[in-house]
């Protein structure tokens, strides 16, 4: 049985990869240089990783463009590079347990989230895209007589990814599965906090067949991404992070060589609940999940409750109750729903919104700290009812345990709260009336916008990412290959 006894003795036995991945081996940083990884289950180090400066990003995205111009993916017919993606994908499969643990290890999350969510996602992932790159065409436009042309799509060349620490190999692989699928050579940076599953996946891309320099792993913090935004032979950032880094990294590319930026920013998503809603307990059930999976570390968590006020009374209790599900455990029990902070300065940052939330509205639940395992950061979840809609708490993304309640009257005022913030990456409406849902639907600036749900399929069939300061482009689906090729017209005179 895989019981928390099960996992802690994997963890003894897992060896862990700290080097970078670069032109197909690992290697040390240049320098020589490393630094801790540590595990937010217990606050224990796990790993020394090469900390890789400009020298290292230099070699990477050498041995990258180098894997480009010689052909040796970019230049395969597509199902040759399917097949190729789909032997990795098999290969994360087999040994999913040991990147499950691995994901769990570093980032905190509880072993029931990565073995049921992060890796049969980030396998999915990889293999829909390897499945579609095969079946996707050019166009022959109308032209006049005597010509004949065609539209077809090229890859960019060297795709950098840089991505953040809440589901570290998913957000790595809704990059590198639709960049590598098209063609592109990749160098991917994932986050100082959670560096080592990507890592581990370096080495087995290399055992399926994706040749040497095609695919590179940095171990770096902010610098190690910013040396790439800066880097004049990257053509194309795929970028998920905070709206801070990827206001820089827009402006990198700009002073450097125009590369082409895509950004998956921050949420502060509201989910709004109308007195008509069929369900109430269905919705109370779900926005507590909404925001309390993952300990409030999603993007698109659903941080803003909207209710319309006549089933407050109603509501707020049942989501009370259903919070009690959220309690963290240790991250190792497979019967946790939730585990530990990323960081103590994660922790630090949630607990002073927690405190200014006792200043700015009523705390209605939670709000402390929890002694889970040794000195590992658990919080709480935390829920306030707020009357000011432009309250901080109710407007900056927290990203952690904490929900904000607010009570509202009118649909119409219900959007305009909804649409009120900097962002726009998901929003929910509940209701039993069409005319209601059609209207909030239409009107909410949310990139993906769910009816009588909160986060379901979040799968890629459906393009993901924001309106407004929430990003550019979109994650997932067909759609996300466009970011990672060029068209191309070409026009022949024939006659
Ligand atoms: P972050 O601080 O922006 O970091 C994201 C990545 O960027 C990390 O790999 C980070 O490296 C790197 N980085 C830091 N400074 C950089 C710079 N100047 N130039 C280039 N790269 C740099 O974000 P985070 O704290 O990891 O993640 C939380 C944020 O991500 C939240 O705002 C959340 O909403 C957002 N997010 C969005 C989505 C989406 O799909 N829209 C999904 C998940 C998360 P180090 O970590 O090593 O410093
Ligand atoms: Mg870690």
């Avoid at 889970?372 to 658990?378: C, D, L, R, S, T």
């Avoid at 649909?411 to 209207?439: M, R």
Wanted: proline share 4%.
């Amino acid at each position: 049985m895989k019981d928390t006894t099960y996992w802690l003795q994997k963890a003894k036995d897992l060896r862990l990869e700290g080097r970078a991945f670069i032109d197909g081996a690992y290697a040390h940083a240049d320098d020589g240089a490393t630094f801790g990884s540590y595990s937010p289950i217990d606050g224990e180090p796990l790993a020394q990783v090469a900390l890789c400066a400009s020298a290292d990003v230099d070699k990477a995205v050498a041995a990258a463009r180098r894997s480009f111009e010689a052909g040796v993916w970019s230049g395969l017919a597509a199902r040759d590079r399917k097949a190729v993606l789909l032997k990795w994908a098999s290969l994360l499969e087999t040994h999913s347990d040991e990147l499950a643990l691995l994901e769990s290890l570093d980032s905190g999350k509880p072993i029931a989230d990565t073995t049921g969510g992060d890796l049969p996602g980030t396998i999915y992932c990889l293999r829909w895209f390897a499945e579609l790159i095969d079946k996707v065409h050019g166009e022959v436009p109308a032209t006049e007589p005597g010509f004949f042309g065609t539209v077809t799509c090229q890859p960019l060349g060297v795709v950098a990814a840089v991505v953040p620490w809440n589901y570290p190999l998913l957000m790595a692989a809704w990059k590198f599965a639709p960049a590598l699928a098209a063609g592109n050579s990749v160098v991917l940076k994932p986050s100082e906090k959670t560096p080592l599953s990507a890592l581990r996946i370096a080495g087995l891309a290399l055992e399926a067949g994706v040749p040497a320099g095609v695919f590179n792993v940095l171990g770096g913090d902010g610098a190690t991404g910013r040396a790439l935004s800066l880097h004049g032979d990257v053509d194309c950032i795929a970028f998920t992070g905070s709206g801070a880094v990827g206001r820089d990294i827009a402006r990198n590319a700009a002073t450097s060589n125009l590369k082409r930026v895509w950004l998956e920013l921050g949420g502060k998503s509201a989910n709004i609940v109308m007195a008509d809603c069929a369900d109430i307990g269905q919705a109370a059930r779900s926005a507590a999940a909404a925001i309390f999976a993952n300990m409030g570390q999603v993007c698109s968590a659903g941080s803003r409750l909207l209710v319309q006020r006549s089933i407050a009374d109603r509501l707020i209790p049942l989501l009370l109750d259903a919070t009690d599900a959220y309690q963290p455990g240790h991250p190792l029990d497979p019967d946790s729903v939730t585990g530990a902070i990323i960081d103590r300065a994660q922790f630090e940052r949630v607990c002073q919104y927690i405190a200014l939330g006792r200043q700015e509205a009523q705390l209605l639940k939670g709000g402390n700290p929890l002694s889970v395992v040794g000195e590992g950061a658990y919080l709480e979840p935390t829920i306030f009812l707020a009357e000011d809609a432009s309250a901080r708490i109710a407007t900056e993304e927290i990203f952690g345990p904490v929900l904000v309640v607010m009570l509202f009257d009118t649909l119409e005022e219900s959007i305009a709260i909804a649409n009120s913030t900097e962002y726009g990456l998901a929003a929910a409406i509940w209701s039993s009336d069409l005319k209601t849902i059609h209207t909030a639907t239409r009107q909410l600036k949310a990139g993906t916008v769910w009816v009588n749900c909160y986060d379901e399929l979040v799968d890629m069939n459906f393009p993901f990412g924001g309106f407004k300061e929430s990003g550019n482009g979109r994650d997932n689906s067909a759609h996300a290959l466009g970011k990672y090729t060029e068209l191309k017209s070409t026009i022949t005179r024939c006659g």
